[in-house]
């Protein structure tokens, strides 16, 4: 039996006080004889051994009480072993904190390094039967299971960085859902961590196994960064020959601030901006770097920062497309509407072709992105078929209802589809809104949208039914009727407005939205990739999909292929969640032979801030939550894992002396009652 806190042994010289006490009370008396009473003498003389007895057993009882209440205090423990070893049947989880904060520099080596050294010497302190969990920052389908000694020491030496870190939360629960296979649970867990701050963003689950826990915390030298956080184009709508511009954050979380920090602008491996901004101390810049773009199709770039000695948050990457050759169909009235041309006809970025309805001289409408219908006063049956077979192809198509229109040809063309309905006209003015959830994207194509910008307003409209919840809405009226909303028609898009393009209706086509919205309309059919991913995210992506052919991830530099998880989406689109990646850069997703489109994946930047916790606030945060930190738990464990091993495979018996304690109070209690 050893002592975890031996100084309160000193007070077991408080036993002295009662043992003097029990002498000092003792007084000489003397002996009187007298003949006449001898029998009350002898009676006397009973009495007083009797009572001498009696006070040697309550002296007794009160030693006992003070020397358990001591010992208790003390915290006496039985050691299992020589090295130490685990309570045979019992497991030992180890984490090892193999973020990218790691990456830093400690005492001598990386923190990584230094984790894994410590862990190494920990386990080997522990006897050859004992058994392991190990974990570490990665996928959880990718830990390995109960491990034995010599395998965990195994397994530790190939632990790598990962841009995947896990939550305290997220590592206690699956150290409290893991068992053995005789059910078998934990009895102690070792964490090997710089803890920063993010670590403990959520709560922490309780403990309902009294499970000990023993922080080994590792801190760096160095702890200021400079981080690009994010960016953004500064028009969302990027056409070849037009300039645009990236904007991009940059976070000073150092003490020292820059007059000319660099930030430089690489698109498709060329270098084409370098700038310099003032970066003030602890704080976040914005940066604007213009480019012109001169060529079509899929763009990469990223924005780079030279930050030592944190690197992971010193590039940003990104993707985006610029089509091109998108060919719009006009198929209209008796007269041609000027504001289609407008935005259509004189834009190079598309191939605009108008014909009448009844003139098209082609039998489909494969070699088209868009089709719009304009000033159609019906639909005949070969018309609805053509558009039906070209919805389900993958197509969009653009419905701009006349108010004089034959209503029910109308409603048969869009019963066939199985769209909403037009109703009754709307007779009296309303004003527009974005609808729901768009109002993201119209911050992205309107500046200072926050100013309350007036949207467009309609005097007269169509009332649509609304019954149809798998749809978006582009405009609404401040009152909720639908105005212009898309529609998933087979593997295409059916977008039905409520109103035409007419000055004495409305005044949408001289808004700023109108452009925008008709680009987006147009380029429904071409499947933009995000503008970059996260890792560890898994913040679902679309693609165009090829046939049936599976979506499979390729890194250009590497050539690593991932397959992510797959939802059929809208269209000829499939929904992606990149579940696998661990590497940060560009993707090309290729489905059958072709490359659909390429996607940039960049490493979160929850660890750029490197603010770390205290020792007594980690332990504070998980003794709140009822996990058990052994008493002599300190930062100096991490240069003694023989101290570690001892507080993990030591017995404690500190309560027994407590009930002892309690005991010898209660028969003291007894005793003097008796004696009385």
Known sequence: MVFLQPIFLYGLILLTI?????????????????????????????????????????????????????????QPVIQKGQSGAAPSGNITGLFID????????????????????????????FSPDSKFQLLYNGVAADM???????????????????????????????????????????????????????MFSRPLPEDSAHISVIPVALKPMVQDNISIDTCWLDNPITLSGQNNAVIARINNRSDQSYEDFPVRLVLNDSLRNETTIKLPARSIAEVSLNFHPNTRGWQTGSIQISDFPVTFDNELIFSFRIESDIRVLALQGPSENKFLTGVFGNDPYFRYESYGVAGFPRS????????????????????????????????????????????????????????????????????????????????????????????????????????????????????????????????????????????????????????????????LSKTNSAWYQIIGNNKPFSAAQVGNSQIRLKNRATGFESIPVQQAGSGSEAVLFPVNISAAGLYNAISGSDTVSVVAFNYPRTESDLK?????????????????????NNSSLIDDPRGVVKEISSVKIWYYFLAMTLLALLAESFVMHKKK
């Open 98 to 125: 193999n973020s990218q904060s790691m990456e830093l520099v400690g005492k001598n080596e990386s923190l990584l390094a230094e984790a894994r050294n410590r862990a190494k010497e920990m386990v080997s302190e």
């Open 144 to 198: 390995p299971g109960i491990t034995d000694r010599e395998l965990t020491l195994n397994l530790i030496d190939g632990i790598q960085q990962s841009a995947s870190p896990w939550s305290m939360d997220k590592i206690l629960q699956f150290f409290a859902q893991v068992k053995g296979a005789d059910g078998t649970s934990f009895h102690s867990i070792i964490l090997l961590s710089d803890f920063q701050e993010s």
């Open 364 to 523: 489909d409408f494969s070699d088209y992105n868009l089709v719009v219908l304009s000033g159609i006063s019906s639909f005949d049956s070969r018309l609805t078929a053509k558009l039906t077979e070209f919805m389900n192809q993958g197509g969009t198509v653009w419905f701009l209802p006349q108010l004089s229109g034959q209503l029910s040809s109308y409603n048969e063309f869009l019963q066939s589809i199985q769209v909403p309905e037009l109703r009754n006209i709307i007779s009296f003015r309303v004003d527009s809104r974005m609808g729901p959830g768009e109002q993201s994207w119209l911050q992205e194509v309107v500046v200072n949208v926050d100013k309350r910008l007036r949207l467009p307003y309609f005097n007269q409209s169509y009332r649509i039914t609304s019954n149809t919840p798998e749809r978006t809405d582009f405009l609404n009226s401040v009152s909720g009727d639908l105005l212009l909303s898309r529609y998933p028609v087979g593997k295409g898009s059916f977008v039905l407005s409520g109103f035409p393009l007419d000055e004495q209706v409305t005044d949408i086509m001289y808004h700023p939205l109108f452009i925008p919205l008709c680009y987006r309309i147009a380029t």
């Open 18 to 74: 009662p043992i003097l006490i029990h002498f000092l009370n003792f007084r000489k008396s003397k002996t009187v004889y007298f003949s006449s009473l001898r029998f009350i003498e002898e009676v006397k003389s009973t009495y007083r051994k009797r009572n001498h007895l009696t006070d040697l057993l309550l002296l007794l009882l009160r030693l006992l009480a003070i020397a358990g209440l001591i010992f208790a205090f003390a």
């Open 612 to 632: 770390y916790l205290p020792d007594s606030v980690v332990k504070s945060r998980l003794k709140g939550a009822g996990w058990y930190i052994p008493l002599n």
